[in-house]
């Protein structure tokens, strides 16, 4: 398994992420997935990813923090083979992004308006978790059979439907045993009626609210997925 050097994206019932403006400010192939065996500088980066910029005087700040990730993904990768971490790091698409761009770029949270949750609901809830249980100690899901394949929303701002289709695979797999993908596409096209906004972004409770009154979710198979808005 491995990461890229960046950010930790955690997905929140209350926040709101929006689309980039990643079409406006570049070009690259989305859906190549090259390995990063010959990716050693900022050239052979860009021209695994097919990347252009569109504002050159840009150029030298994506150059900086490539070669910053590509520094922090040698150094992890020796402490990986000297066992002193479980996983490896890779270059990926976001590899020229610093923290700060990607944040700004990829993680745009807003607030969602919604009820507070009860108090005497939440401690319930907190007794329950401390509750001991015989639940193992730990679990991999992927020795179960959940492994899923990589995907790219591209450039339409659609995580909250990503998120919510997948946690609702993992909920079919554990009921049937194997992996049916539901469809990201119904989320992004039909949860605008709760508040969604398409590509332009969206909540997992907007989404949610929209599942709940709809009362179910085409298979991916059916309603695939398009990166965009595909019906008015």
């Not at 790091?89 to 761009?101: I, K, Q, R």
């Amino acid at each position: 398994m491995k990461w890229t050097a960046g950010v930790l994206l955690v997905f929140v019932m209350s926040s709101f992420c929006g689309r980039s403006r990643a079409a406006d400010e570049e070009k690259e192939s989305v859906n190549q997935l090259p390995t990063d065996d010959n990716i050693t500088s900022f050239d052979s980066y860009l021209g695994a990813y097919n990347k252009k910029y569109l504002i050159k005087y840009r150029i030298e700040r994506r150059r900086i923090a490539f070669e910053r990730n590509l520094e922090e993904i040698a150094s992890h990768n020796k402490e990986f083979v000297e066992g002193k971490s479980q996983f490896q790091m890779g270059v990926n698409s976001f590899a020229d992004l610093d923290n700060e761009l990607y944040k700004k770029r990829m993680v745009r949270m807003r607030e969602t308006n919604h009820r507070k949750m009860d108090v005497s609901v939440n401690d319930e809830m907190v007794g329950a978790a401390n509750t001991p249980t015989n639940m193992p100690q730990s679990l991999d899901w992927r020795e179960k059979g959940f492994r899923t394949d990589p995907a790219n929303q591209k450039t339409c701002g659609s995580c909250y439907a990503f998120s919510v289709s997948y946690a609702i695979s993992a909920q079919i797999m554990q009921r049937i045993g194997r992996i049916e993908y539901v469809s990201k596409q119904q989320l992004v096209d039909c949860s605008v009626e709760t508040g969604n906004q398409g590509c332009a972004g969206g909540s997992l409770r907007y989404t949610l609210k929209y599942l709940e009154q709809c009362g179910g979710i085409m298979r991916d198979v059916d309603y695939p997925y398009t990166s965009a808005v595909s019906i008015n």
